[in-house]
């Protein structure tokens, strides 16, 4: 009863719709072509993950109860590839308690989190030397992705290069990007064509395995990654574009509670509309918020026993 007339109170305070789905008009783009990867065998993908934050749906996506509690993770996802391998964001470092302190107040104060396993930590654990990272591909640089960088220091950072200039200006969401340095960042450009209806595309290994693609809104460089591994499986590590599945799934963009965490709110909604036709063109596609858990569960993970020989 009490979390029902809390339920009541805030969503009359956050003026959220109730509880009825508010999806955006998504109409089915059956066009798009899914190009075939050759992806060599030993690539593989592992999911990373460095902590977690408790919320409710009511704060991830417009249509969420707010007694639908949901744990959001951060961490890392990591590709092997026999020509280099690379880390999809960096979680939660040892210093996350001071650098949360950067994340905006409201959010901050609705979100409870706790801190596991650094990524060093856990590649070390698993008999692959941090300092053999090819590079950490930030999806954007906002505190949660980039708190872990700390750990490993020396690594490129590959960043788009409006990413870049959005961390060298002044908005408060990548201060904590700015304090930690921007000497290792690299910045990168889409010199490859088309891709699943995205107009440029980098094609990492020029194999189709690993495809980054431009995906501004939740930040100007924001990007997803396109990843098939070896087992047929495909994977969008689409960051921050949605919090949680059903930002693609409904598709819903994120609740005015968190109207601030989105730099453009309309590009946002373009990129969740596009998403969801890729998803309804290749249903067995994975899409991987950031912070989903319950996608993360699903995702190979690290064994911390290192592989004989
Ligand atoms: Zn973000």
Redesign the pocket.
């Known amino acids: 009863m009490r979390t029902a007339l809390l339920s009541l109170a805030v969503t009359a305070a956050l003026g959220l719709p109730g509880c009825s789905p508010a999806p955006l008009a998504a109409p089915i783009d059956q066009t798009l072509a899914a190009p075939a990867p050759q992806s060599p065998a030993g690539m593989r993908l592992y999911a990373l993950q460095t902590g977690r934050m408790y919320s409710r749906a009511a704060f991830a996506f417009k249509g969420g109860r707010f007694g639908d509690r949901r744990v959001f993770v951060a961490g890392g996802i990591l590709v092997q590839h026999p020509r280099g391998t690379l880390l999809f964001d960096a979680g939660f470092g040892p210093g996350v308690e001071a650098h949360r302190k950067t994340s905006p107040w409201l959010l901050r104060v609705t979100t409870k989190y706790d801190r596991q396993t650094s990524v060093a930590d856990q590649l070390t654990a698993a008999g692959i030397a941090p300092s053999a990272l090819t590079a950490v591909v930030l999806t954007?640089a906002?505190w949660?992705?980039v708190s872990g960088l700390e750990t490993l220091p020396g690594t490129p950072v590959w960043v788009t290069r409006d990413e870049l200039a959005f961390v060298r200006g002044p908005d408060a969401s990548t201060a904590l990007a700015r304090r930690l340095g921007t000497a290792s960042y690299v910045a990168y450009d889409f010199p490859d064509g088309p891709y699943l209806g995205f107009a440029r595309s980098r094609d990492v290994f020029g194999d189709g395995s690993v495809v980054l693609v431009p995906s501004p809104g939740?930040?100007p460089g924001s990007i997803v990654a396109f990843v098939a591994t070896p087992d047929g499986k495909r994977y969008a590590l689409i960051?921050?574009t949605a919090w949680q599945r059903e930002g693609v799934d409904l598709p819903a963009e994120k609740p005015w509670v968190a109207r601030g965490?989105d730099d453009d709110r309309a590009a946002t909604r373009a990129m969740l509309i596009r998403l969801h036709q890729i998803k309804a063109a290749m249903p067995d596609l994975i899409i991987v918020p950031a912070h989903d858990s319950r996608v993360w569960a699903t995702l190979p993970k690290l064994s911390s026993t290192p592989a004989a020989g």
Request: cysteine-free; glycine content about 12%.
């Open positions: 954007h906002h949660d992705h939740h930040t960051g921050d965490v």
